[in-house]
């Protein structure tokens, strides 16, 4: 069975962690970085991934 772990999405301008999501690492094994909506910059900014508590 794939294991799925969480991960935090923090933007890559501000520093602020805005999303939470999971991801399989066998599948997927390099970080995530997605365009998402950051809420502190009130713009679209690539977001990478961190580690989740």
Same mark, same amino acid.
């Given at each position: 069975? &794939?294991?799925?772990? *969480?991960?935090?999405? #923090?933007? +890559?301008?501000? $520093?602020?962690?805005? *999303?939470? +999501? =999971?991801?399989? /690492?066998?599948? #997927? /094994?390099?970080?995530? #970085?997605? =365009? =998402?909506?950051?809420?502190?910059?009130?713009?679209? +900014?690539? $977001? =990478? #991934? +961190? @580690? &989740? @508590?």
């Amino acid at each position: 069975m &794939a294991q799925k772990r *969480y991960v935090r999405l #923090e933007c +890559t301008v501000c $520093h602020s962690i805005n *999303y939470l +999501t =999971k991801r399989n /690492p066998k599948s #997927e /094994p390099e970080k995530l #970085e997605l =365009k =998402k909506f950051c809420s502190r910059c009130r713009k679209v +900014t690539l $977001h =990478k #991934e +961190t @580690k &989740a @508590k």
